[in-house]
């Protein structure tokens, strides 16, 4: 069973800062990519920030300059630093984590695992 357990959320001002962290538990020894996520009410969740085992990151638009993605594998655990927060940043931010494997049949598969997320809002 993998758990993933969002924390750092909460309330902040305009061009404030905040740091999410998600620590993943479970059997599972490490997940090839780790991520992000947000969901404004009435929207869609759309990706936020994503990193890979080895390190490469990708960043929405909308973010980029302003949030950094990290990530510590011995801990299973991956973090974001928002700073410059906007009130548009106000959302559930959800933590992803796919894990990347190939079966005893050869075939290449991924399991996908989310967190409850996480409330972040952004208001003077």
């Known amino acids: 069973q993998v758990q993933l357990v969002e924390s750092g959320g909460g309330l902040v001002q305009p061009g404030g800062s905040l740091r999410l962290s998600c620590a993943a538990s479970?059997?599972?020894?490490?997940?090839?990519?780790m991520g992000w996520y947000r969901q404004a009410p009435g929207k869609q969740r759309d990706l936020v920030a994503r990193?890979?085992?080895?390190?490469?990151?990708n960043y929405a638009d909308s973010v980029k300059g302003r949030f950094t993605i990290s990530r510590d594998n011995g801990k299973k655990t991956v973090y974001l630093q928002m700073n410059s927060l906007k009130p548009e940043d106000t959302a559930v931010y959800y933590c992803?984590?796919?894990?990347?494997?190939?079966?005893?049949?050869?075939?290449?598969?991924?399991?996908?695992?989310w967190g409850r997320g996480t409330q972040v809002s952004v208001s003077s």
């Open positions: 990193i890979t085992t080895a390190g490469s990151t």
């Open positions: 479970g059997s599972i020894v490490s997940f090839k990519v």
């Open positions: 992803n984590a796919q894990q990347t494997y190939t079966t005893l049949s050869g075939f290449p598969t991924t399991n996908t695992y």
